[in-house]
């Protein structure tokens, strides 16, 4: 997908879909992201860098302000390089506000992420995580 076929993209999912589960419906008819399933959530302040590179379980949560983030472009300014990884999301995660998923992360199913975490390594199935760095507060757990 084209720089400005992904603007235009992100700008009518953003303002012409003010339910967050037609929104996530809408990204899945469009095949905006690698792979999504089904009953997702998606709210509309939701930001998603190289969305080709993103896959997303069934029954996943992505409250206001999250973003996820396949890409490194922090030594462009220098003359390096955009360097991108694919993040995968399992089956029934919820993402809390303002949570940040940078690139190369997978993310187990029956996951919780608290608002305001950054997620920079792998989560495990079954697990609570907060903070950033993200730590894990609970393990086990069931949903």
Not at 101 to 108: A, D, F, M, S
Request: hydrophobic share 40%.
């Amino acid at each position: 997908m084209n720089s400005l076929k992904k603007i235009a993209t992100s700008y009518y999912l953003k303002y012409f879909f003010t339910n967050s589960y037609k929104r996530a419906e809408e990204i899945k008819r469009m095949k905006y992201l690698k792979s999504q399933g089904e009953e997702c959530y998606i709210a509309g302040s939701v930001g998603f860098a190289e969305p080709d590179k993103i896959s997303i379980g069934n029954r996943v949560w992505l409250t206001v302000g999250v973003k996820v983030i396949a890409h490194d472009a922090s030594d462009v300014p220098f003359g390096g390089k955009v360097i991108s990884s694919p993040v995968v999301i399992g089956n029934k995660v919820f993402v809390g506000t303002n949570a940040i998923i940078l690139k190369g992360v997978t993310i187990g199913d029956n996951v919780i992420i608290g608002a305001g975490a950054v997620v920079a390594k792998d989560i495990p199935s079954n697990s609570i995580v907060i903070g950033n760095p993200i730590r894990i507060i609970k393990r086990k757990v069931r949903t």
